[in-house]
């Protein structure tokens, strides 16, 4: 397993990332402990996780499984507030009022005295940047969390969010994770080279697109029952002819080298500039040890460039950046509703 910087700070975290969306949902917690163990017994380091996942029984899960491991201090612990979490008015957002809580509520659920990558789940515009920090720094000094970061954040936002950090001392943001994948090369356009150039690790995560980089949706063919996409129709921006015929070309390129489309996808990511560690969200132990699986896999600077043709540089064929980032902001702008998780 490969280690990289994790932004302009001192820590190092493994080249994939285990996410835990699943923990409590669709995978029940016995699976997810074994998940969890067999990650670390493979070199991963660093676990993602959210107060929001199934309510915090995300968070529950991985704190026993951290807990049983008896590895605490191996592991580069993220988790994220600001998320909906009740239905009362403070129940949410990037207030100090709500953080505190919600980073407490977190710290008790993974049976942990510290975090140590807080992100900010999602965009707050109601809540003023200098509080949004300062309620950070507060954090930050109690030993409670050691870096922030953000995600699904907009350029703008995170230059604002810099500005302030260096002009007043106060923590800055070393990581940002959006969604990046071979069916959307978005984040290419703007937020890649804008963090490189100012020290910010990237922590993509839906490296699968949702499972159809998988290789179960085919072009012609109805999808498998009970899956995702299901009772997807033609209106779906997602599933959409344009992305099926990428995966089509994709796996010509994958079958040829002797490896899954999957594998395929998260070895693409892992040779891409700008990207510290892919988040990878098995539901199963089969899911983890192909992804890990790809860690060994190197493609060619040919196959990179077959890639580049097939989805070119900053393109996307499914909407997934703008619907999880810009499209919020248009919808604040538009309608006055704030950001939902």
């Known amino acids: 397993m490969e280690y990289r910087q994790l932004g302009r700070s001192g820590v190092r975290v493994s080249q994939l990332c285990l996410g835990t969306m699943n923990f409590g949902s669709r995978t029940d917690e016995k699976t997810s402990i074994r998940i969890v163990h067999e990650a670390l017994d493979s070199g991963i380091n660093f676990i993602d996780t959210a107060d929001v996942y199934a309510k915090g029984e995300s968070e529950r899960i991985l704190g026993k499984a951290i807990a049983q491991s008896g590895r605490r201090d191996e592991i580069v612990l993220a988790t994220k507030g600001v998320a909906h979490m009740g239905d009362g008015p403070n129940d949410w957002g990037a207030s100090r009022y709500h953080l505190m809580r919600a980073c407490e509520a977190s710290l008790r659920r993974l049976q942990t005295d510290r975090i140590d990558l807080y992100y900010l789940h999602i965009v707050d515009l109601t809540t003023p940047m200098e509080e949004i920090l300062n309620t950070l720094e507060t954090l930050v000094h109690q030993g409670k969390i050691l870096y922030i970061g953000t995600s699904k954040w907009p350029v703008p936002l995170i230059m604002e969010a810099l500005a302030l950090s260096d002009r007043y001392g106060l923590p800055r943001v070393v990581a940002e994770q959006p969604p990046y994948h071979l069916l959307d090369r978005s984040i290419e356009n703007e937020l890649i080279w804008t963090c490189?150039?100012?020290?910010?690790?990237?922590?993509?995560?839906?490296p699968l697109a949702g499972g159809i980089l998988s290789g179960k949706y085919r072009k012609g063919q109805k999808p498998p029952k009970g899956s995702r996409y299901e009772k997807a129709g033609p209106e779906n921006k997602r599933l959409t002819p344009e992305a099926l015929d990428v995966v089509e070309n994709l796996l010509l390129i994958a079958e040829s080298?002797?490896?899954?489309?999957?594998?395929?996808?998260?070895?693409?990511?892992?040779?891409?500039?700008?990207?510290?560690?892919?988040?990878?969200?098995?539901?199963?132990?089969?899911?983890?040890?192909?992804?890990?699986?790809?860690?060994?896999?190197?493609?060619?600077?040919?196959?990179?460039?077959?890639?580049?043709?097939?989805?070119?540089?900053?393109?996307?064929?499914?909407?997934y950046y703008?619907?999880?980032?810009?499209?919020?902001?248009?919808?604040?702008?538009?309608?006055?509703?704030?950001?939902?998780?």
């Open 196 to 206: 490189m150039r100012y020290g910010i690790g990237i922590v993509s995560f839906s």
């Open 257 to 319: 080298k002797g490896i899954t489309l999957s594998e395929l996808a998260h070895a693409w990511l892992l040779q891409r500039p700008g990207i510290t560690a892919p988040i990878v969200g098995p539901r199963t132990v089969e899911q983890l040890r192909t992804a890990i699986k790809a860690c060994e896999v190197k493609l060619s600077d040919e196959e990179m460039a077959r890639i580049d043709e097939i989805v070119p540089p900053g393109k996307a064929v499914g909407d």
């Open 322 to 341: 703008d619907s999880l980032v810009y499209a919020r902001m248009r919808r604040a702008v538009n309608t006055g509703e704030m950001m939902s998780y």
